[in-house]
């Protein structure tokens, strides 16, 4: 249900004029398509997904000799649901030590999921450490102290400008000393700079690997869902500099881009883990690709 209402813009933009095709058609034609195509696209599916989408419709259509436009329905949502197998959901936090370095270009509400993210893993029963290794910004660690509050955990900093892997290793001797599950860092993600990107990244791959290389490592970019197309651009530059195992995609709540998921797992092959459907410390959902699509055409 709270899915649902996350999605409502993206569901409003996407479904009422999908609705309005399948009783408006008398028989499925090239502008029966073509205008399915339409909202696709305008629902920031993206022009290679959406292509991929409807020629699956059409061999499904042909192969199963569909005449109704109305019967294309749950056709068009199989559809959509198999560009989105990428076969992998949300990591579950179940047996192992973790660590999951989180990166992003400010503002598209990285600290907030780094927040959230604590706060979940806290009400499973897991003891998390946060570290604050997103030590360019001058206002991060602050942040990022109030959310740790807020969640109720532990929080590893360092000085402004200090080496962010130097705080992830303060951070992994304290997950170490403490027993912790679950180490949350949250990183830089100077995309203007990809040199340096990589550079601060590999350092701190390198010191999770020297000293805590029996845990699970997970990398999430945080990509601003209501920046439509433009999250998958990012995506693609963070794909470059790292091994990202997963997407938290935010502020899904606030826009009618939604669509943008389906672009990513299709066009990426990356999972999108988690979305952001507010604001607040409850407002991080795992990600399902088949709830996401059924929630779009409920
Ligand atoms: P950062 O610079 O990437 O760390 O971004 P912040 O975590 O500071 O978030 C930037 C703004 O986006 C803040 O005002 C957050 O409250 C807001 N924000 C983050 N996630 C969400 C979300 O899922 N929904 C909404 N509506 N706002 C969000």
Known sequence: RRLVEGLSKTRDNIVSGIDSIFSGFSSIDDDFYEEIEEILVMGDIGINTTNAIIQNLKEQVAEKKIKEPSECKQLLIDSIKAQMDVGET???FENQKSVVLVIGVNGVGKTTSVGKLAGKLKDQGKKVILAAADTFRAAATEQLSQWANRAGVEIITGQNGADPAAVVY?????????????????????????????????????????????????TLVVLDGTTGQNALVQARQFKE?????????????GTAKGGIAVAIQAELDIP??????????????KFNADEFVNALFD
């Open 90 to 92: 949300a990591y579950e």
């Open 241 to 253: 500099v790292a091994d990202i195992t997963g997407i938290i995609l935010t502020k899904l709540d």
């Open 170 to 218: 303060d951070a992994i001797a304290a997950a170490k000393a403490r027993n912790a599950d679950v180490l949350l860092c949250d990183t830089a993600g100077r995309l203007h700079n990809k040199k340096n990107l990589m550079a601060e990244l590999k350092k701190i791959y390198r010191i999770i690997e020297r000293e805590y290389a029996d845990a699970h490592l997970e």
């Open 272 to 285: 999108v883990k988690y979305i952001g459907v507010g604001e607040s410390i409850d407002d991080l959902q």
